[in-house]
């Protein structure tokens, strides 16, 4: 379908938005619950990929991963502009490079294990998982996890670091070794 998107076929691009906007506002709406809002950053992210769809094509990267990056790093972006940030007070959100990515082969299997990547999720402590949530959908820094959760920058710290590592551990049994890089 990328490809045929890089060919500039609109058919193929409406027939991708059926298949995974459901998904992406699901996730945009996380971090950004006002409808309005969350529809204009899904608008952004198939923007985007037509204007990105042949280089994608031409690292074979699967269009989904990069879609959910795509999606996640605009709503916060979107979100930090709405909590009136100031300028250069947070790091520029800009996709990972495409070398860790997943190829279309390996991300067509992440949906038949969505299960697993549920249950590893619940398996990470309490504290873990909700300083996780935080940053990843909320896009909070350390030191604002730490005001928002009352706990010292250290801790919650540590309880990221811990919490990712267990995720690498745990991801690259359920997603292959691309994960590792997650």
């Known amino acids: 379908m990328v490809a045929r998107i890089a ?6 691009l409406a027939e991708l938005y059926d298949l995974v906007a459901p998904r992406l506002l699901g996730l945009i709406q996380r ?8 529809e204009e950053v899904l608008e952004r992210v198939f923007v985007r990929l037509w204007k990105e769809a042949p280089e994608l094509d031409r690292h074979q990267v699967g269009a989904s991963v ?13 979100l930090r502009a709405l909590r009136g940030a100031a300028a250069g007070s947070a790091p520029a959100l800009v996709l990972p490079s495409r070398a860790w990515l997943p190829r279309r082969h390996e991300a067509r299997g992440l ?3 969505q299960a697993l990547l549920k ?3 619940r398996q990470l402590p309490k504290e873990q998982l909700a300083a996780l949530e935080l940053a990843f959908f ?3 820094s350390e030191a604002e996890l730490a005001a928002k959760l009352r706990q010292p920058a250290g801790k919650v710290r540590a ?3 811990a919490g990712m590592r267990f995720l690498r551990h745990r991801l690259r049994a359920v997603l292959g070794t691309w994960a590792a890089s997650l």
Do not use: C, Q
């Open 7 to 12: 060919g500039r076929d609109e058919k193929a």
């Open 31 to 38: 971090i950004l619950p006002e409808r309005r809002e969350a």
């Open 66 to 78: 990069w879609m959910t990056l795509a999606a996640r790093s605009a709503a916060l972006e979107r």
């Open 111 to 113: 949906d038949e294990r």
């Open 119 to 121: 249950k590893v999720l």
């Open 138 to 140: 909320g896009g909070w």
């Open 159 to 161: 309880e990221l670091r």
